[in-house]
């Protein structure tokens, strides 16, 4: 009897054993499992850090581009302000001068007319001087 009762816990312990080694081949099994897995998922998280490294030097140049692009449309812009206003102080200057040869037209056609004002004066000089008035009108005119 006591050799049964010793058959019977060896032969439990035997059981117990082989379950206990069973449990522990599924969880190595499991354990190896989430093991590749995880390796699995390293080499993906590398693949998809490299593309992200990629395209963050890719907007990198891109906003290195368009900060260059914005640099350079601001100085165009500046440089459409400067011609703006030098135009529009030539086209006040060009109108001042036709007023002005108008005047020196108007003035001189009176001399023409009446060179018996300017005493001393020959009539060739003042035809002379209305010449070249005129000449430099239709110059500023061609301007």
């Not at 117990?16 to 449990?23: D, T």
């Not at 998280?45 to 290195?64: F, Y």
């Not at 102080?89 to 002005?100: D, Y």
Request: hydrophobic share 45%.
């Amino acid at each position: 009897m006591l050799d049964d009762c010793r058959d019977a816990a060896i032969q439990l312990a035997t059981e117990m054993f082989a379950a206990k080694k069973a449990e522990l081949r599924q969880l190595r099994s499991a354990l190896d499992s989430q093991a590749k897995f995880m390796d699995n998922e390293q080499a993906n998280n590398t693949e998809v850090e490299a593309r992200i490294d990629h395209m963050e030097r890719q907007v990198h140049k891109l906003r290195d581009a368009f900060a260059a692009e914005q640099h350079a449309l601001s100085e165009a812009a500046d440089e459409v302000e400067i011609m703006r206003n030098t135009l529009n102080k030539t086209g006040g200057e060009l109108a001042a001068v036709r007023g002005l040869m108008a005047e020196g037209e108007m003035a001189l056609g009176v001399i023409c007319t009446t060179s018996s004002i300017c005493p001393g004066v020959s009539d060739g000089d003042i035809l002379l001087a209305c010449l070249v008035f005129s000449m430099l009108s239709k110059l500023v005119m061609l301007a």
